[in-house]
T-cell receptor, first 116, second 108 residues
Framework: DAGVIQSPRHEVTEMGQEVTLRCKPI?????LFWYRQTMMRGLELLIY????????DSGMPEDRFSAKMPNASFSTLKIQPSEPRDSAVYFC??????????????FGPGTRLTVL | QKEVEQDPGPLSVPEGAIVSLNCTYS??????FMWYRQYSRKGPELLMY????GNKEDGRFTAQVDKSSKYISLFIRDSQPSDSATYLC????????FGAGTTVTVRA
């Protein structure tokens, strides 16, 4: 398996533009997670899905952020409109379990977003 | 106050030294404890996990959990330049909560 795939790897955009980040989880993984990582706040969970259904979006910072998972092999995280404070590395991760022993989350390589 | 506290460092040690990393937590419901390693411009990857108090060894790495003190540690023996990375503690009740990560540099 190729692991978790994210695209694009880098995104530079201007304030006010719409940004769409994409993720393909590992086949057979029922859980998908979106994280944001910054120097100031570390790794923050934004939202997670179970079997394509959003379960907990309490980490989504504002209504400008939305996430979808139309099928088991694809998810998007959208920011509209984007702001400079959204600049961060966004990771997608997937796993077979939510908790418990060996609930390893497998992370993608991340999308480095810069909003000018 | 964050649920998981981790000193971000950075930490710089000479090759061969012992690296000591630690996290404290406040949520008594955390049952499972993990350490992830993140190389520069990569995603985190699981290094070690444990779910009970005590020590767990894996090669040069030892994970230690003290539930009574709500304190976990990671020790790296005979550190190598290839160990240079950011180490994040993580713990879960029903979902993972990560520490801020400690950046470690091992000097050759």
């Amino acid at each position: 398996d190729a692991g978790v795939i994210q695209s694009p790897r880098h995104e530079v955009t201007e304030m006010g533009q719409e940004v769409t980040l994409r993720c393909k989880p590992i086949s057979g993984h029922d859980y998908l997670f979106w994280y944001r990582q910054t120097m100031m706040r570390g790794l923050e969970l934004l939202i997670y899905f179970n079997n394509n259904v959003p379960i907990d979006d309490s980490g989504m910072p504002e209504d400008r952020f939305s996430a979808k998972m139309p099928n088991a092999s694809f998810s998007t995280l959208k920011i509209q409109p984007s702001e400079p404070r959204d600049s961060a590395v966004y990771f997608c991760a997937s796993s077979t379990k939510l908790a418990g022993p060996q609930n390893e989350q497998f992370f993608g390589p991340g999308t480095r977003l810069t909003v000018l | 106050q964050k649920e998981v506290e981790q000193d971000p460092g950075p930490l710089s040690v000479p090759e061969g030294a012992i690296v000591s990393l630690n996290c404290t937590y406040s949520n008594s419901a955390f049952q499972y404890f993990m350490w992830y390693r993140q190389y520069s411009r990569k995603g985190p990857e699981l290094l070690m996990y444990t779910y009970s108090s005590g020590n767990k060894e894996d090669g040069r790495f030892t994970a230690q959990v003290d539930k009574s003190s709500k304190y976990i540690s990671l020790f790296i023996r005979d550190s190598q330049p290839s160990d240079s990375a950011t180490y994040l503690c993580a713990m879960s009740d029903y979902k993972l909560s990560f520490g801020a990560g400690t950046t470690v540099t091992v000097r050759a």
